[in-house]
């Protein structure tokens, strides 16, 4: 399975939607959510500060497929991995753990020290993925940091288990 990581462009906008909505199916049925909300809207993704980039499978070359993204925003000289989404039948093939590692390479040559981002603890895909990937739990210490725990709060995201936050250091 060849997979080329690519910055996103604008074709590729409705299908991160696609894949964070098909993605966000297994922690609904994991958490049993009668509520969860909806992924970020494509046009609003593309016009955060920050980038995407997409996971292609260019096994064939006339019709690649994308098969998951990575979104960080860059907001107040700060990079924060807002969203990573496989789409489950690609999933634990180690395109996660690429988009991750192309995404922090990619926050390096952007000038970023650090990469922050906000998962559930004891889901076996979120924190301990992201310890694998060199995050290692971290506090909130700036405003948006902390602005991003209350947005958690008012989407409920607590109701399903405890979240942190985790830091790489690049």
Known sequence: ??????????????????????????????????????????HDRAAS?????????????????????????????????????????????????????????EARRRGHTHVTLRTYTDVPWNAPFYGSCGFVESEPDTAMLRELVLVEERLGLFEHGPRVQMTATL
Not at 64 to 91: C, K, M, N, T, W
């Open 49 to 105: 500060p920050g980038f995407v980039l997409v996971a292609e499978l260019a096994d064939d070359v006339a019709a690649p497929i994308v098969v998951g993204f990575v979104h960080v925003l860059e907001i107040d000289g700060h990079a924060h991995l807002e969203q990573l989404s496989v789409l489950p039948s690609f999933g634990r093939r180690g395109i996660g753990r690429q988009l991750v590692t192309a995404a922090l390479a």
């Open 1 to 42: 399975m060849d997979i080329v990581i690519r910055p996103s462009t604008p074709r590729d906008d409705a299908l991160t939607e696609q894949i964070e909505l098909t993605a966000d199916a297994l922690l609904i049925d994991l958490f049993g959510a009668v509520s969860w909300p909806p992924p970020a809207p494509a």
